[in-house]
């Protein structure tokens, strides 16, 4: 059973399209984390969540506790933003665990 | 302010042998938590530290163990290596603990590539 469900696993789009990755969990938590990761390794936090919404230039992202669900849009997509997106979350429960969903990769094609 | 630094990058092991990572925080975080990750597993957490001490756990055998200086660096050791401990090792600092509430955001450093064969 995974804790933090992401969907789509992969994700084409057109430069210029509006992107949105969901992220479902099933704990209780006190954080919901976007981060980026691009070929070679390296992690980027994007965004830090526990409600409501946050903006980062083209990128949004939402929580909603009660529904226990996530989503990352990003607006006017570039072939800059193709990395993989990884969903994690920060349980209440079991010793504050950090659970990751198993990652959408994004290609942005020019 | 200089990023996260884990070192070594690199690093090629036996079956059998021991490993230590190496971690230092960005100047003036005092957490540092460590993860795997596996093609097969993905991203797992293994630990976290806090002003010296092992605030949280994953669910990883106890050849994985760490530990935290007074200046915040931090070490990862695994002992008794297997080959499915092939992964990137990395490690992220956080101004306080991020496991907790309020949780802190976590900057990652670039990860140690670690094969065993």
Known sequence: KNEVEQSPQNLTAQEGEFITINCSYSVGISALHWLQQHPGGGIVSLFMLSSGKKKHGRLIATINIQEKHSSLHITASHPRDSAVYICAVRSTNTGNQFYFGTGTSLTVIP | KAGVT????????????????????????????????????????????????????????????????????????????????????????????????????????????????
């Not at chain 2, 499915?84 to 956080?94: I, M, N, P, Q, V």
């Open chain 2, 6 to 117: 884990q070192t070594p990058r690199y690093l090629i092991k036996t079956r059998g042998q021991q490993v230590t990572l190496s971690c230092s925080p960005i100047s003036g975080h005092r957490s540092v938590s460590w993860y795997q990750q596996t093609p097969g597993q993905g991203l797992q957490f293994l630990f976290e530290y806090f002003s010296e001490t092992q605030r949280n756990k994953g669910n990883f055998p106890g050849r994985f163990s760490g530990r935290q200086f007074s200046n915040s660096r931090s070490e990862m050791n695994v002992s008794t290596l297997e080959l499915g401990d092939s992964a990137l090792y990395l490690c992220a600092s956080s101004f306080g603990l991020a496991g907790g509430t309020p949780s802190y955001e976590q900057y990652f450093g670039p990860g140690t590539r670690l094969t065993v064969t």
